[in-house]
């Protein structure tokens, strides 16, 4: 079977990301375009396990051909960094059917699945740091999931649950922030005129940065005992 897959390139002066316009969460970073479009491939398959039992009918393609890239976006301090940072033209529509939402949530949930699986499995086990130490313990990545996603509910214009931290109440409140924005209910400016993020590239974020975190605890749990 023939698959395409339309991607994005959102390009810094240091990092790339390349990321699947249907599929948030699967995005992937490298030192160039070419490198950020091999790591997407590469992680196809990781993706599709992620989403396996969510029936949304995702195929990781095998062959880099298989990759369109359809939209290229200037990079920010945020793409240096080592963030997705700019939104790609489909995510700046507002409104979003009840299909669009519901399929939204899935993802978000396989994600949410994924993660908390992947946390409990590391328990007990030695997380490997980088070359000079560097690397969050596994109860750091737990808080910094929680505190990114307190500050991408404020992006949307959604008030966070108050000094949470249980991912549960901000799971909640992510859904609830997905569907006031997809119908509207949030305006699209917030109080000092700065604009809020759409409900499309909400999920993004939310979606990219939990599944980076299941795939860098996998990665540095490899082989841990």
């Known amino acids: 079977m023939s698959?395409?897959?339309a991607v994005y390139l959102e390009e810094g002066k240091k990092r790339a990301f390349a990321g699947a316009l249907d599929w948030p969460g699967w995005c992937r970073q490298g030192r160039s375009e070419t490198e950020?479009?091999?790591a997407l491939l590469e992680y196809g398959p990781r993706y599709a396990t992620i989403l396996a039992g969510s029936q949304l009918g995702f195929v990781a393609p095998?062959?880099?051909?298989?990759l369109a890239v359809v939209e290229r976006l200037p990079g920010t301090a945020t793409t240096d960094f080592g963030a997705p940072g700019v939104a790609p033209s489909v995510d700046r529509e507002r409104s979003c059917d009840a299909a669009a939402v519901r399929r939204f949530e899935k993802i978000l949930k396989a994600g949410w699945r994924a993660f908390d699986y992947t946390v409990d499995a590391a328990r007990g086990k030695t997380l490997a740091t980088g070359p000079r130490g560097g690397g969050r313990s596994l109860e750091a990545i737990v808080r910094h999931v929680i505190e990114a996603d307190t500050g991408y509910l404020r992006a949307v214009g959604w008030k966070?649950?108050?000094a949470s931290d249980s991912p549960d109440e901000t799971?909640?409140?992510i859904i609830s922030a997905l569907n006031a924005s997809a119908t509207g209910e949030i305006?699209?400016?917030g109080l000092r005129g700065g604009v809020r993020w759409t409900a499309r590239y909400f999920?993004?974020?939310v979606a990219w940065h939990v599944m980076?975190?299941?795939w860098e605890i996998e990665r540095r749990t490899a082989g841990a005992a």
């Open 203 to 205: 999920v993004r974020r």
């Open 171 to 173: 799971r909640r409140a």
């Open 187 to 189: 305006p699209p400016k």
């Open 212 to 214: 980076a975190h299941v």
């Open 3 to 5: 698959i395409s897959v």
């Open 160 to 162: 966070p649950p108050e």
């Open 62 to 66: 095998t062959a880099l051909g298989q």
């Open 36 to 38: 950020a479009l091999g």
